[in-house]
């Protein structure tokens, strides 16, 4: 599976192309003959990847990313217990989108400052944290308007 895609749009920071650049990359390995999402290996014409190199965790941020909190919870869902299991990054990124649904977002900053990011999220998770603080300032800001204006 060639990421080349999704990695120029890392470093370029063009995080709002990360999840349907995921999601076009999820469908061509699940368009491929050899390909069986229950297996423990995904096989694409292009050769043999695991599960496990999946990047769930940019996958999931792209997401939320585009505000798009159906699509996270979906590819939740489907990711392997035993991936949640093995790889604490993803339930870290999950416990944002959980706090993001029930719009806790105090729990939200809990979530961001209480994991250690591995440098390949680390970018993609401040720049979303900066991303919800202008969005929430611009509600508050907002709202204090339309305070003042009545």
Same mark, same amino acid.
């Given at each position: 599976?060639?990421?080349?895609?999704?990695?120029?749009?890392? &470093?370029?920071?063009?995080?709002?192309?990360?999840?349907?650049?995921?999601?076009?990359?999820?469908?061509? &390995?699940?368009?491929?003959?050899?390909?069986? %999402?229950?297996?423990?290996?995904?096989?694409?014409?292009?050769?043999?990847?695991?599960?496990?190199?999946?990047?769930?965790?940019?996958?999931?941020?792209?997401?939320?990313?585009?505000?798009?909190?159906?699509?996270? /919870?979906?590819?939740?869902?489907? %990711?392997?217990?035993?991936?949640?299991?093995?790889?604490?990054?993803?339930?870290?990124?999950?416990? %944002?989108?959980?706090? +993001?649904?029930? /719009?806790?977002? #105090?729990?939200?900053?809990? #979530? %961001? /400052?209480?994991?250690?990011?591995?440098?390949?999220?680390?970018?993609?998770?401040?720049?979303?944290?900066?991303?919800? #603080?202008?969005? +929430?300032?611009?509600?508050? +800001?907002?709202?204090?308007?339309?305070?003042?204006?009545?």
């Amino acid at each position: 599976m060639d990421f080349s895609l999704l990695e120029g749009a890392m &470093a370029s920071k063009s995080y709002e192309k990360i999840a349907d650049i995921c999601d076009d990359l999820m469908l061509q &390995a699940s368009s491929s003959q050899n390909f069986f %999402i229950n297996s423990s290996l995904f096989a694409t014409s292009e050769g043999v990847f695991s599960q496990e190199g999946w990047p769930y965790a940019i996958h999931l941020l792209g997401h939320m990313y585009a505000n798009d909190m159906n699509s996270a /919870r979906f590819l939740w869902k489907s %990711i392997p217990s035993t991936i949640k299991e093995s790889q604490p990054e993803i339930v870290a990124v999950w416990k %944002i989108g959980q706090c +993001l649904w029930t /719009r806790n977002y #105090a729990g939200v900053y809990e #979530a %961001i /400052r209480g994991f250690d990011w591995t440098p390949q999220v680390l970018g993609l998770v401040m720049d979303f944290s900066g991303k919800l #603080a202008f969005s +929430l300032f611009s509600f508050f +800001l907002f709202v204090a308007y339309l305070f003042l204006k009545a």
